[in-house]
């Protein structure tokens, strides 16, 4: 890469406070414009609300009923942010960018220690490139700007591997220096916040690298696995079981062991065994889907892979490539997939990114074909953020005509997508990251403030909401829900709503009074429960929109009904 090396040199100077405020600019839009998001930002966020309110740091709860599928890391960190924004006039529990603010500093953490990974191999502008495009990555983004574990979780595994690269060069690389002890048991240390975040998954991202780097260099042969002594096993594991038993010694006592049975027995071993949720999906899925959730980067990894491929014998490109290759490889052979589960894989092949535009190679067939092949996916991947504003407007928005502004956001997103494509394929690297990112800075904030929020039939939760409470009458119980019970309806409302279906809806209205929501599905129940119990209901207030979580339209019907005197 020759083009503009001087405003490289210049930003890599301070590449911790350019990472932070690109991250800022990138992701703070959606964090404050987007509704609560269903489902699991919404559980996490009310669960989160719930230890607040109740003082129990160690029980974790969605409304009455327990929640017991991911470790307490996130919930710690999303209600001590709450709690500390509270502090501030205007801020109470109810706005959900509290919640989020944990996932933007994990995310913008994630990308200082992609730099910081880098850092073993290669010099500060690189390093600086490897951040920028692993901050920049679609998927990145999205996690980064929700309230759930997985830019968090990625910041503590890349620490992790971030010690893991150094005991591997201080082993493998004549010269290189030793690594200190505290900071290999600070390795271990983030293995362990890791765990706490999110369970087993940073243990298996370091155990399929560290078994990638045995197996591939046959290291059993003739002990050169001595250089994991260096890892301090013992004492890293001791540090390690010391941070995360107390929390788990504490939620087997409070929850009987059923925090085990649930997160290990029926959540994580069901991912492992089959499509769990409906999420199956078959071997190449996350391929076909880094056109999107890679993107921009993808325009420079195929090129990158080509070349790091003839770089394999380079101890630290070797590194990187068990990395990347030995979590992908597990995550597509898994069989329920979500999009995120691939996200650890992308630090390394950002990097190995920024080491080909600082050093691209002579071109060769195979270096030609790779670019056109992260050609095609950027082109896929531009499509599809270019699309998104107007079909998404045309199908949930509330409005009949196009607004102009959504045109000048997708048209000037794919006018600097083909800029950059056009750079790349003429090998103008640099320029062509320049667009590309610039293209990223039209999409992202324009998607996520702009069009997103506009999209009202989407929105149920958060226009049933000022329903409620218009209708509500001082003295009301919560209401009772009834086939409209997603979790950002309750993130709304507060935890005390109940959960019902339609004939529960009527007893409980009946025995409280107040309001019920009833969707149309429960509707006929609701009618007939109460003409059982000699009561009715007035229908004040009706909505309709579309469920996204299911996939299906929904209408509500907003009831009154008189309580019967006991």
């Given at each position: 890469?020759?083009?503009?090396?001087?405003?490289?040199?210049?930003?890599?100077?301070?590449?911790?406070?350019?990472?932070?405020?690109?991250?800022?600019?990138?992701?703070?839009?959606?964090?404050?414009?987007?509704?609560?998001?269903?489902?699991?930002?919404?559980r996490f966020a009310q669960a989160s609300r719930q230890m607040v309110e109740s003082g129990n740091l160690v029980d974790i709860r969605f409304g009455q009923v327990p929640r017991y599928k991911k470790p307490v890391g996130i919930y710690w960190l999303q209600a001590a942010a709450t709690g500390i924004a509270d502090k501030f006039p205007g801020v109470d529990d109810h706005h959900i960018w509290t919640y989020r603010l944990p996932s933007l500093f994990g995310g913008i953490a994630a990308a200082w220690l992609t730099v910081w990974c880098a850092l073993a191999l290669t010099g500060a502008e690189t390093a600086f490139l490897a951040g920028v495009l692993m901050l920049g990555t679609v998927l990145l983004t999205g996690e980064a700007s929700i309230a759930t574990t997985d830019a968090v979780l990625l910041a503590s595994v890349v620490a992790m591997q971030g010690v893991l690269i150094r005991v591997w060069r201080a082993a493998r690389v004549?010269?290189?220096?030793?690594?200190?002890?505290?900071?290999?048991?600070?390795?271990?240390?983030?293995?362990?916040?890791?765990?706490?975040?999110?369970?087993?998954?940073?243990?298996?991202?370091?155990?399929?690298?560290?078994?990638?780097?045995?197996?591939?260099?046959?290291?059993?042969?003739?002990?050169?696995?001595?250089?994991?002594?260096?890892?301090?096993?013992?004492?890293?594991?001791?540090?390690?079981?010391?941070?995360?038993?107390?929390?788990?010694?504490?939620?087997?006592?409070?929850?009987?062991?059923?925090?085990?049975?649930?997160?290990?027995?029926?959540?994580?071993?069901?991912?492992?065994?089959?499509?769990?949720?409906?999420?199956?999906?078959?071997?190449?899925?996350?391929?076909?889907?880094?056109?999107?959730?890679?993107?921009?980067?993808?325009?420079?990894?195929?090129?990158?892979?080509?070349?790091?491929?003839?770089?394999?014998?380079?101890?630290?490109?070797?590194?990187?490539?068990?990395?990347?290759?030995?979590?992908?490889?597990?995550?597509?052979?898994?069989?329920?997939?979500?999009?995120?589960?691939?996200?650890?894989?992308?630090?390394?092949?950002?990097?190995?990114?920024?080491?080909?535009?600082?050093?691209?190679?002579?071109?060769?067939?195979?270096?030609?074909?790779?670019?056109?092949?992260?050609?095609?996916?950027?082109?896929?991947?531009?499509?599809?953020?270019?699309?998104?504003?107007?079909?998404?407007?045309?199908?949930?928005?509330?409005?009949?005509?196009?607004?102009?502004?959504?045109?000048?956001?997708?048209?000037?997103?794919?006018?600097?997508?083909?800029?950059?494509?056009?750079?790349?394929?003429?090998?103008?690297?640099?320029?062509?990251?320049?667009?590309?990112?610039?293209?990223?800075?039209?999409?992202?904030?324009?998607?996520?403030?702009?069009?997103?929020?506009?999209?009202?039939?989407?929105?149920?939760?958060?226009?049933?909401?000022?329903?409620?409470?218009?209708?509500?009458?001082?003295?009301?119980?919560?209401?009772?829900?009834?086939?409209?019970?997603?979790?950002?309806?309750?993130?709304?409302?507060?935890?005390?709503?109940?959960?019902?279906?339609?004939?529960?809806?009527?007893?409980?209205?009946?025995?409280?009074?107040?309001?019920?929501?009833?969707?149309?599905?429960?509707?006929?129940?609701?009618?007939?429960?109460?003409?059982?119990?000699?009561?009715?209901?007035?229908?004040?207030?009706?909505?309709?929109?579309?469920?996204?979580?299911?996939?299906?339209?929904?209408?509500?019907?907003?009831?009154?009904?008189?309580?019967?005197?006991?």
């Amino acid at each position: 890469m020759t083009e503009a090396p001087r405003i490289l040199q210049i930003l890599a100077r301070r590449p911790f406070w350019v990472l932070a405020l690109l991250g800022l600019l990138l992701w703070l839009p959606g964090i404050l414009s987007l509704p609560p998001l269903d489902r699991d930002e919404s559980r996490f966020a009310q669960a989160s609300r719930q230890m607040v309110e109740s003082g129990n740091l160690v029980d974790i709860r969605f409304g009455q009923v327990p929640r017991y599928k991911k470790p307490v890391g996130i919930y710690w960190l999303q209600a001590a942010a709450t709690g500390i924004a509270d502090k501030f006039p205007g801020v109470d529990d109810h706005h959900i960018w509290t919640y989020r603010l944990p996932s933007l500093f994990g995310g913008i953490a994630a990308a200082w220690l992609t730099v910081w990974c880098a850092l073993a191999l290669t010099g500060a502008e690189t390093a600086f490139l490897a951040g920028v495009l692993m901050l920049g990555t679609v998927l990145l983004t999205g996690e980064a700007s929700i309230a759930t574990t997985d830019a968090v979780l990625l910041a503590s595994v890349v620490a992790m591997q971030g010690v893991l690269i150094r005991v591997w060069r201080a082993a493998r690389v004549e010269g290189a220096p030793a690594v200190p002890t505290r900071l290999v048991l600070a390795g271990w240390a983030a293995m362990a916040a890791g765990i706490l975040i999110k369970g087993p998954v940073p243990l298996g991202v370091a155990a399929v690298t560290v078994a990638g780097l045995v197996a591939w260099d046959r290291q059993w042969r003739d002990r050169q696995w001595r250089w994991l002594a260096q890892l301090r096993p013992a004492s890293g594991t001791l540090l390690a079981a010391l941070l995360v038993a107390p929390w788990l010694l504490a939620i087997a006592i409070q929850s009987h062991g059923a925090f085990f049975q649930q997160a290990l027995g029926n959540d994580f071993a069901a991912k492992i065994a089959g499509g769990q949720e409906s999420h199956g999906a078959p071997p190449g899925y996350f391929l076909v889907l880094s056109a999107i959730t890679f993107w921009p980067t993808i325009l420079f990894v195929a090129p990158a892979l080509v070349a790091a491929v003839q770089r394999r014998a380079d101890p630290m490109i070797h590194f990187l490539l068990v990395w990347a290759g030995g979590w992908w490889l597990l995550v597509e052979l898994v069989p329920t997939k979500l999009p995120h589960y691939v996200l650890a894989a992308y630090p390394p092949l950002a990097i190995l990114a920024a080491l080909w535009l600082a050093q691209p190679q002579p071109s060769s067939t195979g270096t030609r074909i790779a670019r056109w092949a992260g050609g095609i996916q950027f082109v896929l991947g531009a499509a599809l953020l270019a699309a998104a504003p107007i079909i998404l407007t045309r199908l949930y928005g509330a409005g009949s005509g196009m607004d102009w502004r959504l045109l000048a956001l997708a048209g000037t997103g794919a006018i600097l997508s083909l800029v950059a494509l056009v750079l790349f394929l003429t090998r103008r690297d640099g320029l062509a990251m320049a667009a590309a990112l610039a293209a990223l800075f039209v999409f992202v904030p324009g998607l996520t403030a702009e069009v997103a929020p506009g999209l009202s039939r989407i929105w149920v939760s958060a226009r049933l909401a000022p329903l409620v409470a218009e209708h509500a009458r001082p003295g009301d119980p919560p209401p009772a829900l009834a086939g409209f019970q997603e979790p950002s309806l309750v993130f709304a409302l507060g935890k005390d709503v109940v959960l019902t279906d339609g004939r529960g809806a009527a007893d409980a209205a009946a025995a409280r009074g107040g309001l019920a929501l009833i969707e149309d599905r429960e509707r006929g129940a609701f009618l007939a429960r109460l003409a059982e119990l000699q009561d009715d209901a007035e229908a004040e207030a009706t909505l309709s929109g579309f469920n996204y979580s299911r996939g299906k339209p929904v209408h509500v019907t907003v009831y009154r009904v008189g309580r019967i005197a006991p």
